[in-house]
């Protein structure tokens, strides 16, 4: 099993102008300690579904992408995940490749329905119903895999979007394009997109039972599409609330046994290169031997 990272906080008791030197000892603290993916979100605002207010400082994730891979040369990047309503497609496609083609083919494309309705509002985004939300999200994934295929230019007719060419020059450094992670455990639609559209899903690791549930809705839907259950990899997002991953390989074990592959931890605190440093070395070591 694999340890990912998922950055969440963007304080510093430095302020503002110490976050760049912040997240280059991040990445370096990462690969050091064999972390395989670093992640950030794709928020504006600070997220208050968690205790947070929406005043906290928040970075706009695909520019803290591109600093961190300039500061890093294994792990992959990505957002975990992109709301589908934050940026029209194409030029999403055409973000991610720049991401993939600077990084030397370390991106991954993160993508969920969005949910912040208040940044939403705030900045003058729209924020369509929850069903118009998903459209979008099929229509994305469909647009960013035919924008992927050097063979297909021409252009996608869909509901919500039309684009007269889907060129898209320089190609993806990733073959066959960058790995697609769908985030999410809705079983009617999110997983059904899992298995139509994507490389790899993320689930919240609520408990091995739960996860063990979705996936075999996950596996059930791969039937109904005729898609490999196998070519999917299967990834956690697990919290601890005491932030020090005590008896965090226990805990994994149980996710391995399902076929989990990828573990991901967020810091809890404000300096996150040193919270990498102290627990997430040590469970990344730990957890490697489970398989």
Not at 45 to 58: D, R, S
Request: proline share 7%; charged share 20%.
């Amino acid at each position: 099993m694999r340890l990912g990272v998922h950055i969440t906080r963007f304080n510093h008791t430095d302020g503002p102008a110490a976050l760049g030197p912040e997240l280059a000892t991040v990445g370096a603290a990462a690969e050091a300690a064999g972390v395989s993916r670093l992640s950030v979100m794709d928020h504006y605002f600070q997220m208050e579904a968690y205790g947070l207010t929406a005043t906290e400082p928040m970075l706009e994730g695909y520019t803290t992408l591109g600093y961190l891979a300039a500061h890093t040369s294994t792990t992959q990047l990505g957002l975990l995940v992109t709301g589908v309503t934050y940026r029209h497609p194409g030029l999403l496609a055409k973000i991610v490749t720049s991401l993939d083609v600077l990084s030397g083919g370390r991106a991954f494309l993160g993508a969920g329905a969005a949910w912040y309705e208040r940044e939403h509002t705030a900045l003058g985004v729209p924020f369509p119903p929850v069903a118009e939300r998903f459209e979008r999200l099929e229509e994305t994934l469909r647009i960013c895999r035919q924008m992927w295929d050097p063979q297909n230019n021409g252009p996608f007719e869909g509901k919500h979007y039309q684009l007269a060419e889907t060129l898209n020059v320089p190609a993806p450094v990733s073959t066959p394009h960058p790995e697609i992670m769908i985030g999410g455990g809705g079983e009617k639609k999110t997983l059904r997109l899992v298995a139509q559209y994507a490389d790899a899903c993320n689930l919240f690791g609520s408990s091995p039972a739960e996860v063990g549930h979705k996936l075999n809705v996950l596996r059930d839907h791969c039937e109904d599409v005729g898609r490999d259950y196998a070519a999917i990899r299967k990834t956690v997002l697990y919290i601890d609330p005491s932030g020090v991953l005590d008896g965090f390989p226990e805990a994994m074990a149980g996710y391995a046994a399902l076929g989990i592959d990828e573990a991901i931890v967020a810091p809890p605190e404000d300096a996150p290169a040193q919270w990498i440093e102290r627990h997430a070395a040590p469970a990344a070591r730990a957890v490697a031997e489970l398989g």
